[in-house]
Each structure stands twice: as structure tokens, then as C-alpha cells.
Nanobody, 122 residues
Framework: QLQLVESGGGLVQAGGSLRLSCTVS????????MGWFRQAPGKEREFVAT???????YYAESVKGRFTISRDNAKSAVYLQMHSLKAEDTAVYYC????????????????WGQGTQVTVSS
């Protein structure tokens, strides 16, 4: 069974940068589609970015050009580099494995991590 652990969140000023990491254990994940989602208080979990086994990436419009998703299969890790952070990026960020369905919907994913809090002060 896969286990995912997110890290790298924190408090940052608007315009700053953070790099989130998601480490994967339990089995090899090089053929998995990995995604990042986020959930702000009182809101639904929303798609942020996904990377497939070939390295092809997909982004939400709200983060395109500011965030970069990447993976290192040798280290069993997925990363989310975030630049030009805005107050509206404040949320708990989760990584997960896409098991079926559309990459843009949370119910297509399983093996969610516990999340890491990102707070952007304006």
C-alpha cells in the first residue's frame, strides 16, 4: 500500500516562494500519475497540478506560470515549486495518486497524504 507524506509548507509573504515535497513509500510509483490538490477553509479541495509517468504536466489556470510540478522517481518524490505566491494560495496542500477518471477531480485520486499548510501573508 502506498503512503504519501507532504512537507515544505510554511508561512511566506506574498510574492515569495516555497517548495513542497511529497515522498512516496510502499511500492515503486514511477508509472503513477501524481497530483497536488489544495483545500482552503470552507472550500472544496481543488486541483493544482498533475504529472504523469512521462513527465507531462497539467496545471490549474490559477497557478499556471507560477507553480511547477516535477518528480524524481529515483527518490520516490514529487515536488511542487511555487513562486509569486498570493494570499489566495493559502491552503492545506495534499498530494495523491490518480487511480481512475479525470485528473482534475479529487475523487479520481487515492492514497492522500496528511497535507502541509501553506500560509501566504499579504
Amino acid at each position: 500500500q502506498l503512503q504519501l507524506v507532504e512537507s515544505g509548507g510554511g508561512l511566506v509573504q506574498a510574492g515569495g516562494s516555497l517548495r513542497l515535497s511529497c515522498t512516496v513509500s510502499g511500492r515503486a510509483f514511477s508509472s503513477d500519475i501524481m497530483g497536488w490538490f489544495r483545500q482552503a477553509p470552507g472550500k472544496e479541495r481543488e486541483f493544482v497540478a498533475t504529472i504523469d509517468w512521462s513527465g507531462r504536466t497539467y496545471y490549474a489556470e490559477s497557478v499556471k506560470g507560477r507553480f511547477t510540478i516535477s518528480r524524481d522517481n529515483a527518490k520516490s518524490a514529487v515536488y511542487l515549486q511555487m513562486h509569486s505566491l498570493k494570499a489566495e494560495d493559502t491552503a492545506v496542500y495534499y498530494c495523491a495518486v490518480c487511480v481512475s477518471g479525470s485528473i482534475y477531480y479529487a475523487n479520481s485520486y487515492e492514497y492522500w497524504g496528511q497535507g502541509t499548510q501553506v500560509t501566504v501573508s499579504s
